[in-house]
T-cell receptor, first 113, second 114 residues
Framework: AQSVTQLDSQVPVFEEAPVELRCNYSSSVSVYLFWYVQYPNQGLQLLLK??????LVKGINGFEAEFNKSQTSFHLRKPSVHISDTAEYFCAVSLYTGNQFYFGTGTSLTVIP | DAGVTQSPTHLIKTRGQQVTLRCSPKSGHDTVSWYQQALGQGPQFIFQYYEEEERQRGNFPDRFSGHQFPNYSSELNVNALLLGDSALYLCASSTPQSSYNEQFFGPGTRLTVL
């Protein structure tokens, strides 16, 4: 079975400060890894994905994430956040052979002016 | 190019009623998945349709059923609504031709059961 754990439910951070949103996963088979962002009253938008290759992946809006296979982690980072980054962030995995996504419970990022 | 669209945007029903939600996939996509997102939770997979058949199903009761039409659009039906069915219902589309399993999400339908 697959599961995704987002270790922080809420993360407040001051504008222009760096941020890290943590994600750990559990799976007995290989998975693809994703981060999605959800703005209020909207659907999910893909930030970035890890499929294979380089463990550091870059996404939209200045976000990046690092895949660590030994720690089964896929933490999301941004060196300097903006007010507009305030949103809910979801980590997700999908199996190589399947189509179902497994999501974490989300991290609410609040950027403080 | 229109993305994934869903209708209606909001819906209010009472317990015991039935509801139908609709989804049109992104152009070129033939696979539709449905997710339930309860307040404060991550999306939970309900089921997926491909070639007009249910291909995969999550841990949801039979009160949740679906359909896919020849134009790839899809419906989600929920019978005998419970208060706990109140949630944001997300539709996602994809295509087997993708080299990975990226899914494109619609804006969702907010269902409130009173």
């Amino acid at each position: 079975a697959q599961s995704v754990t987002q270790l922080d439910s809420q993360v407040p951070v001051f504008e222009e400060a760096p941020v890290e949103l943590r994600c750990n996963y559990s799976s007995s088979v290989s998975v693809y890894l994703f981060w999605y962002v959800q703005y209020p009253n909207q659907g999910l938008q893909l930030l970035l994905k890890y499929l294979s290759g380089s463990t550091l992946v870059k996404g939209i809006n200045g976000f990046e994430a690092e895949f660590n296979k030994s720690q089964t982690s896929f933490h999301l980072r941004k060196p300097s956040v903006h007010i507009s980054d305030t949103a809910e962030y979801f980590c997700a995995v999908s199996l190589y052979t399947g189509n179902q996504f497994y999501f974490g419970t989300g991290t609410s990022l609040t950027v403080i002016p | 190019d229109a993305g994934v669209t869903q209708s209606p945007t909001h819906l209010i029903k009472t317990r015991g009623q039935q509801v139908t939600l609709r989804c049109s996939p992104k152009s070129g996509h033939d696979t539709v998945s449905w997710y339930q997102q309860a307040l404060g939770q991550g999306p939970q997979f309900i089921f997926q349709y491909y070639e007009e058949e249910e291909r995969q199903r999550g841990n949801f009761p039979d009160r949740f059923s679906g359909h896919q039409f020849p134009n790839y659009s899809s419906e989600l039906n929920v019978n005998a609504l419970l208060l706990g069915d109140s949630a944001l219902y997300l539709c996602a589309s994809s295509t087997p031709q993708s080299s990975y399993n990226e899914q494109f999400f619609g804006p969702g339908t907010r269902l409130t059961v009173l």
